[in-house]
């Protein structure tokens, strides 16, 4: 089982990052293969609506340091994305990536049979962190790109989530959090 984990906050040891990496560690004990990006490392531009992946290529046509993102991706079983909310939103690091993936479309798309380029059977998993404590806030980020991926072809899609962590102490005594991280791992894993 490969896995492909995007970190999309600037901070490296920060909250959504420490969620995935309990992620990832508990899938790696089941025997996943695990591969990771710091996005916020990354030298890359988001989608030039310059549709090269529809006209010229079955990829997007863009060099820069996301082709190698996009392509592990291809080959992942597993991608986790994982994000601080801001402004009600995923970072602007991960949110280039999401646009990126337009490229995974068929030509045709909206009433093609099979709108994406994407082989085998993909899950996504949602790794979220809000500074704001109340549940009801900004829960349409979720579904709305569960409905993406899953038109590019991923079967599944899971949300941890986080809320009331601004700071990375924050997190600390929240083992809720921590154990479903440890059992989402487990059931797509193990």
């Given at each position: 089982m490969n896995i492909v984990c995007l970190y999309g906050s600037p901070r490296v040891k920060g909250n959504s990052a420490a969620i995935a990496g309990a992620f990832c560690e508990a899938a790696e004990k089941n025997g996943a293969a695990?591969?990771?990006f710091v996005l916020n490392k990354l030298n890359f531009r988001g989608?030039?609506?310059?549709?090269?992946?529809?006209?010229?290529?079955?990829?997007?046509?863009?060099k820069d340091d996301l082709a190698e993102v996009l392509e592990a991706v291809r080959g992942a079983d597993i991608l986790v994305m994982a994000s601080p909310v801001?402004?009600?939103?995923?970072?602007?690091?991960?949110k280039a990536f999401i646009d990126r993936t337009f490229s995974y479309l068929v030509p045709g798309y909206a009433t093609a049979p099979k709108p994406h380029r994407l082989e085998g059977r993909k899950s996504l998993v949602l790794i979220l962190s809000q500074g704001n404590p109340d549940e009801k806030s900004f829960t349409d980020i979720f579904p709305r790109y569960?409905?993406?991926?899953?038109?590019m072809g991923f079967e599944t899609?899971?949300?941890?989530?986080?809320?009331?962590?601004?700071?990375?102490?924050?997190?600390?005594g929240r083992a809720d959090v921590f154990a479903q991280a440890h059992a989402l791992a487990q059931r797509l894993v193990g």
């Open positions: 695990v591969r990771s989608c030039q609506a310059c549709y090269g992946c529809k006209r010229k290529s079955d990829k997007c046509v863009l801001y402004y009600g939103e995923v970072s602007s690091q991960l569960a409905t993406f991926f899953k038109w899609a899971d949300l941890i989530r986080a809320c009331g962590v601004m700071e990375p102490e924050d997190l600390k």
